[in-house]
């Protein structure tokens, strides 16, 4: 009776890697997310690598105040949890040794205190405060975030 309708296709993207052909996916907020804060957590880190010991190699840890070598510090959240927001926030995140990061949970007294005496009590306040605001970020915005971050750290 009736001819079957012609389906369509999807125009499938191939990527020639190792003489292989590789199906291209594209970027998930998720992994812009992922990339957008390694950029920040290397900038991070080596802004407060020279901050406080003049090199890029090691640096002291924000809230105990250990000399470690780069690889033994992280990007520390003042506000824990990794929101949107406050994730790529320069004024709420500095480097700590691995220890007062994740075995003390990012040494949280100790932090807020650090935290004051740079910034003074209001604006402490109002950074906890503004930890409710949710915002939602799209993958270019995540991946302009990453772009932004790579080019600060290569101006260190």
């Given at each position: 009776?009736?001819p079957?309708?012609?389906?369509?296709?999807?125009?499938?993207?191939?990527?020639?890697?190792?003489g292989?052909?590789?199906?291209?996916?594209?970027?998930?907020?998720?992994?812009?997310?992922?990339?957008?804060?390694?950029?920040?957590?290397?900038?991070?880190?080596?802004?407060?690598?020279?901050?406080?010991?003049g090199?890029?190699?090691?640096?002291?840890?924000?809230?105990?105040?250990?000399?470690?070598?780069?690889?033994?510090?992280?990007?520390?959240?003042?506000?824990?949890?990794?929101?949107?927001?406050?994730?790529?926030?320069e004024?709420?995140?500095?480097?700590?040794?691995?220890?007062?990061?994740?075995?003390?949970?990012?040494?949280?007294?100790?932090?807020?205190?650090?935290?004051v005496?740079?910034?003074?009590?209001?604006?402490?306040?109002?950074?906890?405060?503004?930890?409710?605001?949710?915002e939602?970020?799209?993958?270019?915005?995540?991946?302009?975030?990453?772009?932004?971050?790579?080019?600060?750290?290569?101006?260190?």
């Amino acid at each position: 009776m009736f001819p079957k309708p012609i389906k369509k296709t999807k125009e499938k993207k191939f990527l020639k890697r190792s003489g292989k052909l590789h199906k291209v996916r594209k970027t998930s907020v998720g992994r812009a997310k992922n990339r957008a804060w390694i950029a920040f957590s290397a900038y991070i880190r080596t802004r407060d690598c020279l901050l406080t010991t003049g090199t890029k190699t090691e640096g002291k840890c924000f809230t105990c105040g250990a000399l470690k070598p780069f690889e033994l510090l992280d990007a520390g959240h003042f506000v824990a949890g990794r929101f949107n927001k406050f994730l790529l926030d320069e004024r709420q995140v500095h480097a700590q040794c691995k220890y007062c990061n994740n075995a003390l949970q990012g040494y949280g007294a100790r932090y807020y205190t650090k935290m004051v005496d740079l910034f003074g009590e209001s604006e402490v306040e109002k950074m906890l405060i503004e930890n409710n605001i949710l915002e939602k970020y799209s993958v270019n915005d995540w991946l302009d975030k990453e772009k932004i971050y790579k080019e600060m750290l290569l101006n260190l």
